[in-house]
């Protein structure tokens, strides 16, 4: 079972770099540049890969970011994941 969740987990990841939006997601070396602004946290019961980058550059997107950084990702029957914002 942990290993379902570790290979949706990398998906998940892998999937986020991928794709256009307003809030870019950068990794962590490109952040040691930025200045952070915060966090978001998005959740639910059911979605795709794309449909969690797109609520994350959305939420990026109203506080003012330019950038995330998932620091958090559990994905399974529900789904939370976490982003760090930067400007």
Not at 35 to 46: C, D, K, M, W
Not at 68 to 84: C, F, L, M, P, S
């Amino acid at each position: 079972m942990k290993i379902k969740a570790t290979i949706a987990t990398a998906s998940l990841l892998s999937l986020l770099t991928f794709g256009a939006s307003a809030a870019q997601l950068v990794t962590a070396e490109q952040a040691q540049n930025m200045q952070p602004a915060g966090t978001v946290t998005i959740s639910g019961t059911a979605g795709a890969p794309m449909d969690y980058r797109a609520q994350l550059s959305q939420k990026a997107d109203e506080q003012g970011a330019s950038a995330y950084k998932v620091i958090e990702a559990r994905t399974g029957d529900n789904y939370h994941i976490t982003a760090e914002l930067y400007k």
